[in-house]
């Protein structure tokens, strides 16, 4: 399996040219996935200089460069900084994180993430992980369901979501995703079907994987890890991601509470290079439809 059709990568050369690689710096990329962005970063490096590619995917792993410059670490990026000392390292030059789930998971009909055709209702972005996301759907209280589909699906009416999805699974268990496509479709608007349906998956993927959680810890940890004038740059693509990365870039932390001193200075302790968001060209998007919805945001710290 080629990287290019693992995942095709998204503003490359955007997201290289906001890092500011030095051949000799040392970089993260937080999600290899395909590794489209780590042999990008590689290609400027030099002998010296040293990348670090976390993903918690088997699949990922098969996938990552051998290179001796290159260190692949099997792990959530929620354990950014412990796995980083782990292995010696105290300072990096660059963070890159591209949050989109990869082509490949889309793709990869038995994954689950998808709601075309009828696979096993998994989701896991670590394949190894136990609970899946029909455990969630079986066995959450409508109340807890209504709550993840508003929270992190950003849809209306959730009640009546978990009411159907409460209904179907009396009678039988909800087991693959057609179980779940049908179990919702009383509830699903005839014109935004495929808007609806993503997402409501979305909201599923997100709580089971804890992205918002393992998120908020990276960007967190990043301030601890980056050395000074090293570069954060976070590519998000649904808004719950971007408003965090915003309010993280703009005051230090995912509130986006900026503190202030003595004598009303902020205090932040990054500057933010991005002030609007970079968005994918229409000839991206019309070659990578996948890219429409992307973010990139970039801050340096001081």
């Known amino acids: ?26 970089y993260v990329d937080l999600t290899m996935g395909g590794g489209g962005h780590t042999r990008a970063i590689l290609e400027q490096l030099g002998e010296d200089g040293h990348l670090y590619s976390f993903d918690q995917d088997p699949d990922a792993e098969a996938n990552a460069p051998r290179d001796p410059r290159h260190t692949f670490v099997a792990s959530n990026f929620r354990f950014l900084r412990g796995a980083l000392r782990l ?9 890159l994180a591209d949050l989109g789930v990869s082509s490949h998971h889309f793709d990869a009909k038995h994954r689950g993430f998808s709601f075309r055709g009828e696979a096993p209702l998994d989701m896991r972005m670590n394949s190894r992980a136990g609970r899946t ?27 009546k979501i978990a009411n159907c999805i409460e ?34 998956f979305q909201a599923l993927r997100i709580e089971l994987n804890g992205e918002m959680e393992a998120l908020k810890m990276a960007l967190e940890q990043s301030l601890k890890v980056l050395n000074p004038k090293g570069r954060l740059v976070v590519m998000s693509y649904h808004s719950l991601e971007d408003r965090m990365v915003k309010n993280f870039m703009r005051s ?38 996948r890219s429409r919805s992307a973010k990139l945001r970039v801050a340096e710290k001081l």
Not at 135 to 150: M, P, Q, T
Request: hydrophobic content about 35%; proline content about 6%; charged content about 30%.
């Open 87 to 95: 292995r010696g390292v105290e300072g990096v030059d660059g963070i």
């Open 133 to 159: 996301a029909a455990d969630i759907v079986n066995n959450y209280s409508k109340e807890a369901l209504s709550e993840i589909f508003a929270q992190y699906g950003e849809l209306d009416t959730t009640w």
């Open 167 to 200: 209904r179907a699974r009396a009678n039988a268990p909800i087991l693959t995703t057609a179980d779940l496509v049908k179990a919702v479709e009383p509830c699903t608007p005839a014109k935004d079907e495929s808007k609806f349906l993503t997402k409501l």
């Open 1 to 26: 399996m080629s990287a290019e059709t693992y995942h095709i990568p998204v503003l490359l050369e955007e997201c290289i040219e906001a890092l500011e690689i030095k051949p000799n710096g040392t």
């Open 252 to 289: 230090g932390n995912c509130n986006g509470e900026v503190e202030k001193d003595f004598f009303g200075r902020s205090t932040t302790p990054l500057k933010v290079i991005t002030r609007k968001a970079i968005i994918p060209s229409d000839e991206e998007i019309e070659r990578n439809p």
